[in-house]
């Protein structure tokens, strides 16, 4: 089996695993599949998962519970039911890594050499992660669904300006400038490709039901409604939240650190889109964007250092340690993967390699049998 077959490259692994159709019912326990997998994991995470309130939410949860640990009995070897978690830096807080035994120390347990990382969102479960002693870096990833929720009825009532600003103390004014006032090419009904430079000053439209006009490459005039622009804004502000949160889960802080405004992306374009999975078909991968480049305006060297702790403007610069890719997935997903390296050169062209793993065969025959 090949590396691209395991969905390893160059030591990175990248996992995709859909639930939207596993573990049938009400609840999650009225599947059998379900309960034999809940038996396999540990009685934290399993009561956790019961008390969830919407199935597709235990489903996810239980997903990430067997990726992390497949992950980690693929990558040291180790039995199943060895497998234990616990957090980096902060016990209570921090990024969630696999311990293992300490023979040498007076600790009964130290974090195991392995980085890996869990999103998932809208049914979707991704993982990524390698061997520390392959690849030293530190691994985020995020699931984002573009039209999970009802942005569209904000939006309406506030204009999209409007609604960047709730999002206003995760995001620099540069950046918020940037979601408000600028668009990617996006496509009209009839597949036409309508550039920036084609939209002219109608990227400062915040507003959606207008009509807009403008002049195609070979001079035709057509006008289409201001949705299809706010919909490929909107596109791009969550290829924004995806690589900061993807982020911000490398760094393992929380959503709410202080430093997160000084953290900044450039030459941020949103992937186009795959195909969502029809009658007699399997959703489709779509593109893959990696010229984003990651940017610190705060105090120190990055979000980690401790002079930066207030969370202040400092000199603009780029962090050249870290890398940023996405990809979209059927219509509305995209997984975004943050890369930091220790050991300058060593990540693999590619960070988002993603193999979407089958249950049975990739999951459930492994555990039984570890």
């Known amino acids: 089996m090949s ?26 326990t009225d599947s059998e599949a379900a309960r034999e997998a809940l038996q396999l994991i540990s ?13 597709a939410d235990a489903r996810m949860s239980l997903g990430s519970a067997l990726l992390k640990r497949l992950f980690i009995h693929k990558a040291l070897g180790i039995s199943w039911s060895e ?3 616990g957090r980096k830096r902060d016990p209570k807080h921090g990024k969630p890594c696999a311990l293992i035994s300490s023979p040498f120390t007076s600790q009964s347990t130290i974090p ?49 300006d409007g609604w960047i600003d709730i999002y206003g103390e995760l995001f620099s004014q540069e950046e918020s400038f ?16 309508v550039t920036p430079d084609m939209l002219g000053r109608h990227d400062r439209c915040t507003s959606r039901n207008q009509r807009l006009s403008i002049t195609l490459e070979n001079g035709e005039k057509r006008t289409f409604d201001s949705d299809l622009l706010i ?24 959503l709410l650190a202080k430093w997160i405004p000084t953290l900044e992306f450039k030459h941020v374009r949103a992937p186009r889109p795959g195909t969502v999975a029809r009658c007699s078909t399997h959703g489709t991968w779509g593109e893959r964007v990696s010229d984003g480049e990651v940017w610190w305006s705060g105090n120190g060297n990055g979000p980690r250092d401790t002079s930066n ?26 997984i975004g993967v943050a890369a930091k390296e220790r050991d300058a050169g060593k990540l693999p062209a590619v960070l988002t390699s993603f193999k979407g793993l089958h249950l049975e065969e990739d999951v459930m025959s492994v555990a039984r049998n570890a």
């Open 3 to 28: 590396a691209a077959d395991t969905g390893t490259q160059h030591g990175l692994t990248c996992w995709l695993l859909d639930t939207r159709t596993l573990w049938p019912g009400s609840k999650i």
């Open 43 to 55: 009685d934290e995470e399993r009561d956790n998962i019961l008390r969830k309130y919407h199935i």
């Open 83 to 85: 497998i234990r978690f």
């Open 112 to 160: 195991a050499p392995v980085e890996f990382n869990v999103s998932h969102q809208a049914g979707l479960v991704a993982l990524v992660g390698c061997k520390t002693d392959e690849l030293d870096v530190e691994l985020g990833v995020d699931i984002v669904c573009v039209n999970e929720r009802n942005d569209t009825r904000v939006i309406d009532e506030e204009g999209f």
């Open 178 to 193: 940037d979601m408000k006032y600028h668009a990617d090419a996006f496509q009209l009904l009839d597949g036409t490709l």
């Open 231 to 254: 919909d490929a804004k909107l596109r791009r502000f969550y290829t924004f939240w995806c690589y900061k949160e993807a982020y911000i889960k490398l760094d393992g802080e929380a």
């Open 309 to 334: 702790s207030s969370g202040g403007r400092g000199e603009r610069r780029r962090l050249t340690d870290t890398r940023v890719e996405i990809q979209a997935f059927e219509e509305d997903f995209m």
